[in-house]
């Protein structure tokens, strides 16, 4: 039997998809808000309920709330609202056919990764208190991130046999047991010289450790302690919005392409298996020389 449109037919779906799904409160609250507003818009514009939408409407208040600048994530979360209203509904009978059938959902653009300015990571790097073991340690740490594009697993279980200051090479054991040597760069090869004769011993306090950053308890930092330690220096360095390991190192493959580094040689050393994996990075460097152009180009 098909409801009235009066009979709390948003709060009915909301309550079924909850006991379903078991959905948060926030995203519940997200749904209701969703179908209210394509309710108010097919009275005002079509003059019908939710219950008599077609198809044609849906796609007109698809491409109206785009039109109206809305981006398209929030475009494919909608429509998922109004395909789970409409699935719910034909299974209670309330309709006879499902008007979100055969809508496309809206392509999302693959979203560029939050990168770090050369002048922001210079301000990270001289983060540390390189008077406290702990903080020379996190500046050799963040000195070799940035110098090889590390994922942040890699970095904190790399050990002391892994790494060749005076080749200037890191072996890195990567994702799937796949090998790779990484340059270390003459900066990071000296920091990682300086740890070594002494403040990697003075946190072990004379314990062995194969671990190259070992912490004061003997073993190798955990992901997010290293996680932890990275936002408080970023904070230290007037660096207010979030960011994490994985920053460092697409500050790694940003800078590196801004300078004129091939792409299949950042490719290698990222480890990615798939160049199109690391193409996204040209894009992010297409996006900053748009940014200066406007900025800066008389015409811009």
């Not at 990270?124 to 996190?138: C, K, N, T």
């Not at 992901?223 to 220096?233: E, L, S, V």
Request: charged content about 30%; overall charge positive; glycine content about 10%.
């Amino acid at each position: 039997m098909q409801p009235e449109e009066g009979d709390g037919l948003v709060e009915r779906f909301a309550d079924a998809v909850w006991m379903e799904r078991g959905l948060s409160a926030n995203t519940l609250a997200a749904y209701q808000g969703d179908l209210r507003g394509f309710a108010r818009w097919l009275q005002r514009e079509r003059g019908v309920g939710l219950l008599q939408a077609r198809r044609e409407h849906l796609l007109g208040y698809l491409a109206a709330r785009a039109t109206a600048g809305q981006k398209p994530r929030s475009g494919a979360r909608l429509l998922s609202c109004l395909r789970q209203f409409y699935q719910h509904a034909l299974r209670e009978g309330w309709i006879d056919s499902d008007p979100s059938a055969r809508i496309d959902a809206p392509r999302l653009g693959r979203p560029l990764p939050k990168s770090l300015t050369e002048r922001e990571v210079e301000a990270l790097l001289e983060a540390p208190d390189l008077e406290q073991a702990e903080g020379f340690r996190d500046r050799t740490m963040l000195e070799t991130l940035y110098a090889t594009g590390l994922r942040v697993s890699e970095l904190v279980t790399l050990e002391l046999d892994q790494v060749s200051p005076a080749q200037g090479v890191v072996r890195v054991i990567g994702k799937g047991g796949k090998e790779r040597l990484v340059p270390l760069g003459e900066e990071a090869q000296e920091w990682i010289r300086r740890f070594l004769q002494g403040p990697r011993d003075e946190l072990l306090k004379g314990r062995l450790s194969s671990d190259l950053f070992p912490t004061r308890r003997g073993g190798a930092m955990t992901r997010q302690g290293f996680w932890q330690r990275i936002r408080k220096h970023a904070l230290a360095a007037g660096i207010r919005r979030p960011i994490s390991p994985h920053t460092l190192r697409h500050a790694f493959a940003t800078h590196l392409l801004d300078h004129g580094a091939d792409l299949r040689v950042v490719q290698m050393m990222l480890g990615h298996s798939d160049l199109s994996t690391t193409q996204i990075y040209t894009h992010v460097a297409r996006e900053r020389l748009k940014r200066l152009h406007a900025r800066h180009h008389p015409r811009g």
